[in-house]
């Protein structure tokens, strides 16, 4: 897979970036406030081929105490803090090991992560039999694959984590690091660091699971990313239900990102058919259908936004190295562009057209069928539309076209939950 964050109430992949790197302001730039140190302006780690990738000749890496071979009677290391962030390892008490995640956080995130309502339950179970297998693909390498048809809204898979670990990387100065020796040479060193933290983390693995880490794709191997940080970048997943201090920042320094086995797997389209939840309680990210799959049918989950216009998600594709051949991608037209950017916003209009239904409900349709069209059928508005239009045919005094709509509705609604 090539490749974690919410946009509205979806979860997104983003492409993974180490702590952001000061540059100096543009004329008429504005300054932005991060913690923990005060940035100028947030600059992003390469990507790509990066020619000159030669860390500093007088540069002395960092000699942090950052390994304890202590291993408890459960099988798993013991908790071992650096600066404050606290290595660590989740394991169910009984629980398969391959099913252990390595986590590195500041000791309060873990504190709310275990004392959660319900912490540790079991990884919830998809329906009998198997949904989905790894296979390999013509151009993607490996993706996953439906094996059977799946519903909208069934459970395809739920997997813990292999990995959890800041988005970006506290123990390293990163200021100091730029002042000394420039942006590019400073992101280069960061990234080093960054590397080194994280081996750590890795080495505390079962070899099951390091195994499967290090068998990801990694799609940063010339941009100056060491092996475990570009298996990283590449394929974090993230989510909101848990990060350091009382609220979530507004840059999402404070958030956590996860790397999982069969998650990674999934491919990215900008018609993505596979939406996924994390669950606190189990520790798990739970994979669901976001529209009717059929058998042999590959999964694909959207890396970037989905109501942009196609030149948008070719710039947010770029760090994974995608460029997507959907047919949303490879067909798109400017009026095609207009339906995705303003999709999200015509939930208000479906609402109105129930007050008039004869004179809407045209548009009403219109509106399905171009969200069909552009494979977003999986979205809110999506659910909305197909509420909308059964309620205008109940109106209308048509109760076979009301219950076509209202079971495609019923359907849907297990994703939007528009209704309980």
Request: overall charge positive; aromatic content about 8%; proline content about 6%.
């Amino acid at each position: 897979m090539k490749r974690g964050f919410l946009n509205s109430a979806k979860a997104r992949k983003q492409a993974l970036y180490p702590a952001p790197l000061p540059t100096a302001p543009s004329q008429g730039s504005a300054s932005v406030a991060c913690p923990k140190q005060q940035l100028e302006l947030a600059g992003k780690p390469h990507h790509g081929k990066v020619e000159n990738r030669e860390l500093p000749e007088d540069h002395t890496p960092s000699s942090l105490p950052m390994s304890d071979s202590t291993m408890q009677s459960n099988g798993v290391y013991k908790d071992h803090v650096v600066k404050g962030l606290t290595f660590t390892t989740i394991a169910s008490d009984g629980g398969p090991a391959a099913d252990n995640t390595e986590l590195l956080l500041e000791a309060p995130t873990k504190q709310k992560i275990v004392s959660s309502p319900g912490f540790l339950k079991p990884v919830p179970k998809p329906s009998d039999p198997a949904s989905y297998a790894v296979r390999s693909t013509p151009d993607m390498g490996l993706g996953c694959f439906a094996t059977r048809a799946i519903e909208a809204g069934e459970i395809i898979f739920a997997e813990r984590p292999l990995l959890v670990v800041p988005r970006s990387c506290r123990l390293v100065n990163s200021s100091q690091i730029v002042a000394r020796y420039g942006i590019h040479q400073g992101n280069l060193i960061f990234m080093a660091e960054w590397e080194k933290v994280l081996e750590v983390v890795v080495a505390r693995m079962t070899e099951e699971n390091r195994t499967a880490f290090m068998a990801l794709a990694n799609n940063h191997k010339e941009d100056g990313s060491g092996p475990i940080l570009g298996i990283v970048r590449t394929n974090a997943y993230s989510t909101d239900k848990f990060f350091d201090g009382p609220v979530r920042l507004a840059n999402d320094e404070n958030m956590y990102s996860s790397i999982l086995k069969i998650g990674s797997r999934i491919n990215h389209s900008c018609r993505p058919n596979v939406t996924y939840d994390f669950d606190l309680a189990s520790f798990s990210y739970i994979f669901k259908a976001e529209k009717d799959i059929a058998a042999g049918e590959q999964l694909f989950y959207s890396y970037c936004k989905i109501n942009v216009p196609v030149s948008v998600r070719k710039s947010q594709l770029a760090p994974y190295g995608i460029v997507c051949k959907c047919l949303s991608c490879i067909n798109a037209t400017p009026a095609s562009d207009k339906i995705r950017m303003e999709f999200e916003n015509r939930i208000d209009d479906t609402v109105k057209w129930i007050m008039n239904p004869r004179a809407n409900i045209h548009h009403a349709l219109k509106l399905r069928q171009d969200l069909i069209d552009e494979g977003l059928e999986g979205q809110r508005t999506y659910a909305c539309c197909l509420y909308a239009i059964s309620m205008m045919y109940k109106v209308m005094g048509e109760p076979i076209k009301r219950q076509i709509f209202q079971d495609e509705f019923n359907k849907y609604n297990r994703l939007a939950k528009l209704r309980d």
